[in-house]
């Protein structure tokens, strides 16, 4: 059972362009929800995180819109930058004791931005 | 400060062989964790560790042994390669507290092929 579903699988976006990209999850238990960003030959770092308490959280040209009662929360890139071009997973982890440490990712998405 | 150091960086085995992928983190998390990437799958996690001494397993650990003696080094063991755990490893370490209020920092991976 795929905990977190993302998609798409794979988005072009010109420059200057809006990037979004959806993801839902099913467990309730859930109540983290960040965002990693990964270029091609390093690890995934932290891009944005975002709890259940608001529906919205920007850092830049990032943004998190989260729906609690669909289950779903999405990322949008704005203005999107071909620097921005990587792979984008979504996570989800519960906040419970031993369980907060535990992360659930998405499938990833391949973002491309054309110049 | 180097954060979180992976070795060796490529490696290719034959199927039966075993080997020990390191891990080490200078910044002296409690946290620490193994996940598998695979192309469509996402971040898998393997075993993690929420201090010396203390192991348990992911969602994929057949195949894979783990144990933590220090507070800095997780090896990841594979016990007898076969050719579906050609894939990219990757260690993640974490703050007591928890991915929730920290977030993860990851290693560059270990690409691994399997003959």
């Not at chain 1, 976006?13 to 960003?37: H, L, R």
């Not at chain 1, 729906?67 to 071909?82: E, G, R, V, W, Y």
């Not at chain 1, 419970?96 to 491309?112: A, M, P």
Request: glycine content about 10%; charged content about 15%.
């Amino acid at each position: 059972q795929q905990q977190v579903k993302q998609s798409p699988q794979s988005l072009i976006v010109q420059k200057g362009g809006i990037s979004i990209i959806n993801c839902a999850y099913e467990n309730t238990a859930f109540d983290y929800f960040p965002w990693y960003q990964q270029f091609p030959g390093k690890g995934p770092a932290l891009l944005i995180a975002i709890r259940p308490d608001v529906s919205e959280k920007k850092e830049g040209r990032f943004t998190i819109s989260f729906n609690k009662s669909a289950k779903q929360f999405s990322l949008h890139i704005m203005d999107s930058q071909p620097g921005d071009s990587a792979t984008y997973f979504c996570a989800a982890s519960p906040n419970s004791g031993g369980s907060n440490y535990k992360l659930t990712f998405g499938k990833g998405t391949l973002l491309t931005v054309n110049p | 400060n180097a954060g979180v150091t992976q070795t060796p960086k490529f490696q290719v085995l034959k199927t039966g062989q075993s080997m020990t992928l390191q891990c080490a983190q200078d910044m002296n998390h409690e946290y620490m964790s193994w996940y598998r990437q695979d192309p469509g799958m996402g971040l898998r996690l393997i075993h993690y560790s929420v201090g010396a001494g203390i192991t348990d397993q992911g969602e994929v650990p057949n195949g894979y042994n783990v144990s933590r003696s220090t507070t800095e080094d997780f090896p990841l063991r594979l016990l007898s390669a076969a050719p579906s755990q050609t894939s990219v490893y990757f260690c993640a370490s974490s703050r007591d507290g928890g991915v929730v209020y920290y977030g993860y920092t990851f290693g560059s991976g270990t690409r691994l092929t399997v003959v």
